[in-house]
């Protein structure tokens, strides 16, 4: 069953088409990656799929239900999650009341409801020790994994990364790897930007490729890297 299914969603900005009529689907329980070079349109797809920027044209359905022109509230409060390219936590506040403050407003619940989700989420992400430590003073895998907390507190059925592995070495992104596969193996459905091809590709089962705002394809990962419009346009490879 598809949980989100995207038709003829077009995005410009001024005269720039960065949304050009894409169209998928993802099913339920899957984790699809998207790759494509810089300015491609990916992050824009993002902020199309969780309402921080309005279609065009074409719609959006997640669920079977049409939430091409809901808010961002209310598409987190029907379980789009999400973390963002550039960690941006309240610097000043613990760990944990950050979290206390995606889940409280990302789920409409007191905090007395909650504070134990927090804490399993604290624990699965391995920042527990941290949660008591303003998050301005966190590493930037701590970060990272911040990120991922916050956007697993909204409790969300769909989950979107958005380059999260960036910037990591390669033992701290074999660790955020375990994390994301621990989520995904719970049943969330994950859809993942990542330039870090050898991380996207260990989670996801399939892969789609942007350019210039177009899908230009969609399928198994290998099969899908291995094409020469990808090794051309996205690896920069002539053949
Ligand atoms: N709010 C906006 N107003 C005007 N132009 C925008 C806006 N948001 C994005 N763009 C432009 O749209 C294009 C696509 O941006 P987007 O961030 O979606 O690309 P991306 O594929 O995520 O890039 P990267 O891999 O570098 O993160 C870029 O040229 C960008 O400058």
Same mark, same amino acid.
Request: with cysteine; charged share 25%.
């Given at each position: 069953?598809? %949980?989100? !299914?995207?038709?003829? $969603? #077009?995005?410009?900005?001024?005269?720039?088409? $960065?949304?050009?009529?894409? #169209?998928?689907?993802?099913?339920?329980?899957?984790?699809?990656? %998207?790759?494509?070079?810089?300015?491609?349109?990916?992050?824009?797809?993002?902020?199309?799929?969780?309402?921080?920027?309005?279609?065009?044209?074409? !719609? &959006?359905?997640?669920?079977? *239900?049409?939430?091409?022109?809901? !808010?961002?509230?209310?598409?987190?409060?029907?379980?789009?999650? *999400? #973390?963002?390219?550039? +960690?941006? +936590?309240?610097?000043? @506040?613990?760990?944990?009341?950050?979290?206390?403050?995606?889940?409280?407003?990302?789920?409409?619940? !007191?905090?007395?409801?909650? *504070?134990?989700?927090?804490?399993?989420?604290?624990?699965?992400? /391995? @920042?527990?020790?941290?949660?008591?430590?303003?998050?301005?003073?966190? #590493?930037?895998?701590?970060?990272?994994?911040? /990120?991922?907390?916050?956007?697993?507190?909204?409790?969300?059925?769909?989950? @979107?990364?958005?380059?999260?592995?960036?910037?990591?070495?390669?033992?701290?992104?074999?660790?955020?790897?375990?994390?994301?596969?621990?989520? =995904?193996?719970?049943?969330?459905?994950?859809?993942? %930007?990542?330039?870090?091809? =050898?991380?996207?590709?260990?989670? $996801?089962? *399939?892969?789609? $490729?942007?350019?210039?705002?177009?899908?230009?394809?969609?399928?198994? +990962?290998?099969? %899908?890297?291995?094409?020469?419009?990808?090794?051309?346009?996205?690896?920069? &490879?002539?053949?």
């Amino acid at each position: 069953m598809s %949980i989100l !299914s995207l038709k003829s $969603v #077009s995005k410009s900005f001024g005269a720039l088409t $960065v949304t050009d009529d894409a #169209s998928f689907d993802v099913l339920q329980g899957q984790a699809l990656g %998207i790759i494509g070079p810089n300015g491609a349109g990916k992050s824009t797809l993002f902020n199309l799929i969780t309402g921080n920027v309005r279609a065009d044209g074409g !719609s &959006i359905h997640f669920e079977g *239900r049409d939430v091409t022109r809901a !808010s961002a509230m209310e598409r987190c409060l029907i379980g789009i999650g *999400r #973390s963002f390219q550039i +960690p941006q +936590p309240f610097e000043k @506040l613990t760990v944990y009341e950050n979290l206390l403050v995606a889940a409280t407003h990302g789920r409409n619940l !007191s905090e007395a409801i909650v *504070r134990d989700d927090c804490a399993d989420i604290l624990e699965r992400t /391995e @920042l527990i020790r941290r949660a008591n430590v303003p998050a301005g003073r966190l #590493s930037l895998l701590e970060r990272k994994r911040l /990120e991922l907390a916050r956007a697993m507190a909204t409790q969300p059925k769909l989950l @979107l990364l958005d380059e999260i592995a960036g910037g990591l070495t390669e033992g701290e992104c074999q660790a955020l790897i375990r994390t994301i596969k621990d989520i =995904h193996a719970r049943g969330v459905t994950i859809i993942w %930007i990542e330039h870090v091809l =050898h991380a996207l590709t260990s989670v $996801v089962e *399939r892969l789609l $490729v942007l350019d210039f705002g177009k899908v230009i394809g969609l399928g198994d +990962p290998e099969e %899908i890297m291995a094409s020469r419009e990808v090794q051309e346009i996205y690896l920069g &490879i002539e053949v």
